[in-house]
């Protein structure tokens, strides 16, 4: 892989429905983990998801937006 995704090449990317994949992958070579409203619970899990995705592909990126934090630790 030349680092960047180029262009002119025709990069694969598939939106994954199994439970150990991420949802969207690029070239089956990047995971893309993606969550929205993450409550604290939530990202408990997230831990887990990405070191599954990390056993099936090589890299991997999280995004996540609109990050739900509550002092007490609950949901």
Avoid: W
């Avoid at 150990?20 to 619970?41: F, P, Q, W």
């Avoid at 599954?52 to 990050?67: K, R, T």
Wanted: net charge negative; hydrophobic share 30%.
């Amino acid at each position: 892989m030349g680092g960047e995704l180029d262009p002119n090449r025709d990069d694969v990317v598939d939106r994954e429905h199994s439970q150990s994949r991420a949802d969207v992958a690029v070239d089956d070579t990047v995971g893309i983990e993606m969550k929205r409203d993450l409550s604290n619970s939530q990202a408990k899990k997230l831990r887990g998801q990405i070191e599954d995705n990390l056993e099936n592909y090589p890299f991997g990126i999280v995004c996540a937006c609109g990050i739900k934090v509550h002092p007490n630790g609950g949901n």
